[in-house]
């Protein structure tokens, strides 16, 4: 499973941009599907996942101003980022897993895209 995302960049305190991940390869063995960032200096942290079914879980750092959203006939996860801050700056990480609603565990998320930077000024 090859994982591609794009929409990252440089916005403004209380901007907003949309984040895309279009997965690729074996997609049949994918079930949820989620995004992670980290920021320089700081472990890599959970986002926002989405189960096939369409059932969300967010950060408590992120609710009420991220959305994840996933499109399965395109193969594609999206997150909207709204009212962004300074500490949302971090490169930002699509992740697929083979388990219907898996935890954080590393070993539970097999496939990872190269990345997007996501910058915040204030």
């Known amino acids: 499973v090859q994982l591609v995302e794009s929409g990252g960049g440089l916005v403004q305190a209380g901007g907003s941009l949309r984040l895309s991940c279009a997965a690729s390869g074996d997609t049949i063995c994918v079930s949820a599907m989620g995004w992670y960032r980290q920021a320089p200096g700081k472990e890599r942290e959970l986002v926002a996942t989405?189960?096939?079914?369409?059932?969300?879980n967010y950060a408590d750092s992120v609710k009420g101003r991220f959305t994840i959203s996933r499109d399965n006939a395109k193969n594609t996860v999206y997150l909207q980022m709204n009212s962004l801050k300074p500490e949302d700056t971090a490169v930002y990480y699509c992740?697929?897993?083979?388990?219907?609603?898996?935890?954080?565990?590393?070993?539970?998320?097999?496939?990872w895209g190269q990345g997007t930077q996501v910058t915040v000024s204030s």
């Open positions: 989405i189960t096939d079914g369409g059932s969300t």
């Open positions: 992740a697929a897993s083979r388990v219907v609603t898996p935890t954080t565990r590393t070993s539970e998320w097999p496939y």
